[in-house]
């Protein structure tokens, strides 16, 4: 029968505790199984959850595997385990309960899996530097592919944030800055975990994607976490909601409602947004998952839990996570405080994902499936890759860059040399050992076998102690060369406080970590002593190369004006270390593209590219301009950008008839060896009924080219790209003439005008 026959069925036989037992996903994943050596059995905590709510809509972290959950590889479910536990879940779910309806199976993905052994690529802000959202596809699918084969069905993927505040400890969860760019890489990512169509989702390499977060997270005032966000419509729809459309267009079947709220609506309790733009506008018919305890902070307005539960109901939640709001609602409906037809508009969205995802035919996994799809070497070689394409030159004075590998001493230094996790970036799961490449460890493996690689930490990521940085000199001065490796950590370990819904406690946090959820700064400075470590070292005269491991731009100043070469890394996953050592070495050139700003200092934020600033603008004691603008990046080869120039006139009926319009442009690699370039169109309105930004990215195209060659970039531009929210907020193309630009690494070269007539 057709689904939406089969959930009206369901629903109709189904009583009102059950339907509630639908909409809630109270238990944390590890507290519901109990490990006796290599067996597990359920909890009766689990049980009791189960028998009282007469089922479960959704079951979070079963295999998550972190500090805040405790699990270890001593506590937790290893890959070759996990299908067991899981069938262990459904079968008692199924048997035990009157309709016998299976469980959806939650688990965090931001950049990779959050579970033991599970893959865990470049975050987010590395992998937007690469601006190739085919080879994220790629990559995604192979995490969708390792997460199901362990019985798990929902993928909560951070990707839809945009990082307009670099202070905010979230910013390695968020692709770009750029509204263009991070909606080409969120329809890749969602294609990849589920595939292209509705039958996708049966296959067992595939998982329905819960993005998150809905929305303008990332606008939060100041920085903080879950902070209001203080923008008004037109802000949020020239710049925070294109990414989520794009995740509806590409056919993501969930969305998480943030924490913030908009304008003084929080967005768990906002029917404008939840039903009347996704649903209504946008034509969304997924469901819409809560943040954890999201609903619950509704009481703060409400008053208590269940006119919290209530109001996150009517506004849009189909489905809670963790919270206590979503468990009155039973007691709600009998009371008269809602109607039962809310709750079976929610139930049927969660019963039609769950036959969506084909649970009721086959809820059991393969219980051989994860150990040949998990940890595989062309898993490793796509995590590989994708580490390649985040590495960003950001200066290479002198052509420093690319190192030899016969020089007869190096001297590697800093506290990011030789730490995995300190590359790893948030949501990671403990490291089998073994497992991983660090820097100092992809050095060493790169190098000549008559080279001597040395190695000092100098100093740690935010202590001020600075014993370390005479043993760290006279490494220096030892060697030929010196690579510093400084930056960042959002590596948390079981010192770390956290709160209710699993943030560290950037207050009581006795460790390195100083990014991740939670852990927002006001100082974009390198923390600790870093930048003293590295004038230490630039001061004995040992060329230097700084490299950068970092979840957010930190402000090098410093570095940018005396050290000759920097390689901006991010935090470059399980692989980085062979990665960033290929590019130190010439093994690839570098191609990555910022896909952020990095200011000059904090006090100049916000410093994103697509102000409505005008360009004379400055401050009385320094420029408003970056340090390093987004797109920018440097190569081991040159470029030269050619004749920008229009297609066929550009015809406002032939948008509107959803059709297309073009540009071209030449692009030559004028070096002496291969290399990427990112070919780069912005835009200007330059007659517009509203203000313009300086300039808005529309399109982009990486081309490889071996040196001589030349190409043309054809780029192909619809209604979507050109039109503009005019003072009523209709979405309308308006005649006249546009600016266009292109450029590449080393920012725009080329300029022309068009008219839309």
């Not at 073994?434 to 820097?439: A, F, P, Q, S």
């Not at 001589?708 to 003439?737: I, Y």
């Amino acid at each position: 029968m057709p689904v939406e026959r089969r959930v009206a069925d369901l629903l109709a036989r189904m009583t009102l505790k059950e339907k509630v037992g639908q909409l809630n996903q109270r238990l944390f994943g590890w507290k519901i199984f109990r490990r006796m050596g290599q067996e597990f059995e359920l909890t009766d905590d689990f049980r009791r959850e189960v028998d009282a709510r007469q089922g479960l809509g959704a079951l979070y972290g079963l295999f998550r595997a972190d500090p805040w959950s405790g699990m270890t590889w001593e506590r937790g479910i290893a890959p070759e385990r996990s299908a067991r536990v899981a069938n262990a879940i459904q079968r008692y779910v199924i048997e035990n309960t009157r309709l016998g309806i299976p469980v959806l199976l939650s688990e965090e993905c931001p950049h990779g899996h959050q579970a033991l052994g599970g893959p865990l690529l470049p975050t987010n802000i590395g992998v937007g530097c690469s601006w190739n959202p085919a080879l994220l596809e790629e990559a995604t699918a192979m995490v969708a592919a390792s997460i199901r084969a362990r019985g798990a069905t929902l993928g909560l993927m951070s990707c839809l944030d945009m990082m307009r505040d670099p202070r905010w400890g979230r910013a390695e969860e968020c692709y770009s800055e750029d509204p263009c760019l991070a909606s080409h890489l969120v329809a890749a990512a969602t294609r990849g975990l589920q595939g292209s169509s509705l039958e996708d989702l049966k296959r067992p390499d595939k998982l329905a994607a819960v993005l998150k977060h809905f929305c303008a997270q990332g606008g939060r005032e100041g920085g903080y976490n879950s902070a209001a966000v203080i923008i008004g419509e037109r802000e949020l729809r020239e710049i925070h909601l294109p990414a989520c459309l794009a995740g509806v267009r590409a056919g993501a079947q969930a969305f998480m409602a943030a924490y913030n709220d908009i304008d003084g609506v929080r967005c768990c309790g906002s029917s404008r947004l939840l039903t009347g733009l996704l649903r209504g506008e946008w034509g969304f018919e997924g469901i819409v998952m809560g943040d954890g305890s999201a609903v619950d902070m509704l009481a703060d307005q409400t008053g208590n839990y269940e006119s919290a539960g209530v109001l996150g109901l009517t506004s849009g939640v189909d489905l809670s996570l963790w919270d206590l709001s979503f468990t009155t609602l039973e007691s709600s409906v009998t009371r008269g405080h809602c109607p039962e037809s809310l709750v079976d508009r929610a139930v049927a969205r969660v019963l039609r994902l769950k036959f969506l995802l084909g649970l009721f035919e086959h809820p059991y996994t393969d219980e051989g499936l994860a150990a040949k799809v998990t940890g595989t070497a062309r898993a490793r070689d796509i995590n590989l890759r994708l580490a390649r394409e985040t590495l960003v030159l950001l200066r290479n004075e002198g052509s420093l860059l690319p190192l030899r590998k016969d020089v007869p001493r190096i001297a590697v230094i800093g506290p990011n040399a030789d730490s995995l996790y300190n590359q790893l970036g948030d949501y990671t799961a403990p490291q089998e050992p073994g497992t991983g490449v660090t820097l100092l460890a992809g050095i060493r493996a790169k190098v000549s076998p008559a080279t001597e690689v040395v190695y000092a930490r100098g100093c740690s990521i935010r202590g001020m102690e600075r014993d370390g940085i005479d043993a760290a000199v006279a490494a220096a001065r030892s060697a030929g060369l010196a690579i510093v490796v400084v930056g960042g950590s959002s590596a948390r370990d079981f010192d770390v406080t956290f709160d209710d819904h699993g943030a560290a406690i950037a207050g009581n946090c006795p460790t390195d970590m100083d990014c991740g959820e939670g852990m927002d700064v006001c100082d974009l400075n390198l923390g600790g002593v870093q930048e003293d470590l590295i004038k230490a070292i630039v001061a004995t005269g040992v060329p230097t190369v700084v490299v950068l491991v970092q979840g957010r731009p930190h402000s090098i100043q410093w570095a940018a004006e005396h050290c000759p070469a920097i390689l901006c890394a991010w935090y470059p996953g399980q692989e980085g270390g062979t990665a960033v050592a290929e590019a130190l070495f010439g093994d690839i050139n570098p191609g990555g593209r910022l896909s952020v700003s990095i200011p000059a200092a904090s006090g100049q934020l916000p410093v994103y590219y697509n102000h409505k600033r005008p360009g004379n603008s400055a401050y009385r004691d320094r420029t408003c301009n970056p340090l390093y603008p987004f797109g920018y990046g440097l190569s081991y080869t040159t470029f030269a950008l050619s004749e920008l120039r229009a297609g066929a006139p550009w015809s406002v009926a032939e948008l509107e008839c959803g059709g297309t319009v073009e540009a071209l442009v030449d692009v030559t690699n004028t070096g002496d060896r291969t290399g990427t370039e990112t070919v780069q169109l912005y835009i200007r309105d330059l007659e517009a009924s509203v203000t313009s930004r300086i300039r808005e990215l529309k399109a982009f195209r990486k081309i490889e080219l071996e040196p001589g060659e030349t190409q043309t970039v054809r780029f192909s531009l619809d209604r979507d790209a050109l039109g503009v929210w005019n003072p009523e907020m209709k979405f309308v193309l308006e005649p006249g003439n546009i600016e266009l630009m292109a450029g590449g690494g080393a920012g725009i070269v080329l300029t022309t005008k068009v008219e839309l007539a």
